[in-house]
Nanobody, 116 residues
């Protein structure tokens, strides 16, 4: 079965950094575009980073561009998200999935909390 397991979230001060990891399994990870999503309480899940199959073409919305960096290692079926210059509004549960996502494969996510 297709699944994703996220890790690396933590409590961090504004301006700090974190590196999130995503372990994918149960499907041909290298054949699909993938990305990171986040969801804050009371808000819909939003896409914050996308990367193509080869890992050569990342894409970000304006809210995180210049601060977040997505990467993938197809040999390890793993994806990463480097979060720099974190802001209070980055607080959310972060998830990984295909882009577009497979609805039945959402993991538990990893909590990122930015607080002073």
């Amino acid at each position: 079965q297709e699944q994703f397991v996220e890790s690396g979230g933590d409590l961090v001060q504004p301006g700090g950094s974190l590196r999130l990891s995503c372990a994918a399994s149960g499907f041909a990870f290298s054949l699909f575009n993938s990305g990171w999503y986040r969801q804050a309480p009371g808000k819909e899940r939003e896409l914050v980073a996308t990367i193509n199959t080869s890992g050569r073409i990342p894409s970000y919305p304006a809210s995180v561009k210049g601060r977040f960096t997505i990467s993938r290692d197809n040999a390890r079926n793993t994806m990463y998200l480097q979060l720099n210059s974190l802001k209070l509004e980055d607080t959310a549960v972060y998830y990984c999935n295909r882009v577009p996502p497979f609805p039945n494969s959402w993991g538990q996510g990893t909590q990122v909390t930015v607080s002073s």
